[in-house]
C-alpha cells in the first residue's frame, strides 16, 4: 500500500512564499547588527504580503516554516535564538489572526506589519523574561526597543502595501 500526496495550488504557493521568506532570513542572519537585538525583519515583508493576499492561514504557514527552517538552516534550531524567533512569531501571528477579524475591510499592510512587529517584540521580551532573563531590568530595554519594532514595522508595511499593490495588478 503507497500513500500518494497530490500537492494542491495552495501548497505550491505556501511553498513558494516560504522559499523568498527563508532566502531573506538567511540572507539578513548574514548581516551583522548594528545594535544587538535589532534585526529589520525583512522575511515577514512575505508573511504580511501572504496575509493580504491569501489569508492568515497561509501567513502563518509561511512564518512557522521560515522560523524552522530557516533556523535549521543557519544553524539555531532549539537554541536560545530558535525559541525567541518562534515566539515572537506566534506572538504576531496571534494579533494578525485578531486583526485579521475585524469588522469591515480590516487592516492595510502597514497596520498589519506594525501590529505584527510589536507583537514580536513583545513575544520576545516575555520569552526573555520568563526564560532566560527573569529580572526586572530587562524591561529597561522595551521601550527603546519597540519604538524600533514599530519605525521597522513602518518601513517594511510600506513595502508589503506596494508589493500587494503590484500583485494585484
Not at 25 to 46: D, R, T, Y
Not at 82 to 98: D, Q, R
Not at 123 to 137: R, S
Not at 148 to 166: D, E, H, K, T, W
Request: aromatic share 8%; glycine share 8%; net charge positive.
Amino acid at each position: 500500500m503507497s500513500l500518494l500526496l497530490t500537492p494542491t495550488r495552495d501548497d505550491h504557493r505556501i511553498a513558494w512564499l516560504t522559499a523568498v521568506a527563508i532566502l531573506i532570513h538567511v540572507l539578513e542572519s548574514a548581516v551583522p547588527m548594528v545594535l544587538p537585538g535589532i534585526k529589520p525583519g525583512l522575511a515577514n515583508i512575505i508573511t504580511i504580503t501572504a496575509l493580504c493576499l491569501y489569508g492568515w492561514h497561509t501567513a502563518a504557514w509561511v512564518s512557522l516554516l521560515r522560523v524552522l527552517v530557516g533556523s535549521l538552516i543557519i544553524g539555531s534550531f532549539l537554541s536560545p535564538t530558535f525559541l525567541l524567533s518562534l515566539s515572537g512569531a506566534l506572538a504576531s501571528l496571534a494579533i494578525l489572526k485578531l486583526a485579521s477579524l475585524l469588522p469591515g475591510r480590516g487592516v492595510s499592510a502597514l497596520g498589519y506589519s506594525v501590529l505584527a512587529a510589536m507583537a514580536h517584540m513583545t513575544g520576545q521580551f516575555m520569552l526573555a523574561y520568563l526564560l532566560f532573563i527573569p529580572h526586572p531590568g530587562i524591561w529597561r530595554l522595551y521601550p527603546l526597543l519597540m519604538t524600533v519594532a514599530v519605525l521597522l514595522g513602518i518601513i517594511n508595511g510600506i513595502i508589503s502595501q506596494r508589493l500587494v499593490n503590484q500583485l494585484r495588478r
